[in-house]
Nanobody, 128 residues
Framework: HAQLVESGGDSVQTGGSLRLSCALSENTGTHYSMAWFRHALGKEREGVAAIYTATGSLSYADSVKGRFTISQDNAKNTLYLQMSSLKPEDTAMYYC?????????????????????WGQGTQVTVSS
């Protein structure tokens, strides 16, 4: 499977912005879906945003809608997550992931178990 390397995590204040990047070792078009997840201390891993490659459809967690934007640059084999209006509750380790198997109609594309390859994560800390 592809190797994924995240970057762009940092410490920012409430209301700040960050752009996370995820470099893939192969063409982004070989995957059925690409997504960002986050894992905060004491909480379960949460799906943040996903791109379903076949249709280009985007999915977002309710907690980030209107603030986060997922995108991909196939020429650069890179997935991005633009985050704005950051809140302390956005503090977490952020991971990108790729799915090599298709989702069935109605499946939740923000479900971690649907993804086969994961990066090592990049830390985002938002202070009040």
């Amino acid at each position: 499977h592809a190797q994924l390397v995240e970057s762009g995590g940092d410490s920012v204040q409430t209301g700040g912005s960050l752009r996370l990047s995820c470099a893939l070792s192969e063409n982004t078009g070989t995957h059925y879906s690409m997504a960002w997840f986050r894992h905060a201390l004491g909480k379960e891993r949460e799906g943040v945003a996903a791109i379903y490659t076949a249709t280009g459809s985007l999915s977002y967690a309710d907690s980030v809608k209107g603030r986060f934007t997922i995108s991909q640059d196939n020429a650069k084999n890179t997935l991005y997550l633009q985050m704005s209006s950051l809140k302390p509750e956005d503090t977490a380790m952020y991971y990108c992931a790729a799915a090599f198997t298709p989702f069935r109609a109605g499946d939740n594309v923000l479900r971690p178990s649907g993804y086969n390859s994961w990066g090592q994560g990049t830390q985002v800390t938002v202070s009040s």
